[in-house]
């Protein structure tokens, strides 16, 4: 984000609304995916946050939805 606007990313949690303020285009399917990914952004920030950690299964799922989210990014920022 701070590559493409020039400042400080703003104190918020939103994986969805940081990519926009990023100006960056990406499919509903990343989309879908950093808002899923939302609740673990909060925990991470507030570990004592009341947040359910996801199951073996579930983790594995999310690795394996953003890994699509990743590709995308890094095809972006190399445009």
């Given at each position: 984000m701070c590559r493409q606007t020039r400042d400080l990313a703003p104190r918020v949690h939103n994986l969805v609304r940081l990519a926009?303020?990023?100006?960056?285009?990406?499919?509903?399917?990343?989309?879908?995916?950093?808002?899923?990914?939302?609740?673990?952004?909060?925990?991470?920030?507030?570990p004592d946050s009341p947040f359910p950690l996801p199951t073996h299964d579930e983790a594995r799922g999310y690795a394996e939805r953003v890994q699509e989210v990743f590709t995308c990014l890094m095809r972006l920022l190399s445009q």
């Open positions: 926009e303020l990023a100006a960056l285009h990406l499919p509903e399917s990343c989309k879908d995916t950093l808002a899923a990914m939302n609740p673990f952004a909060i925990a991470g920030r507030y």
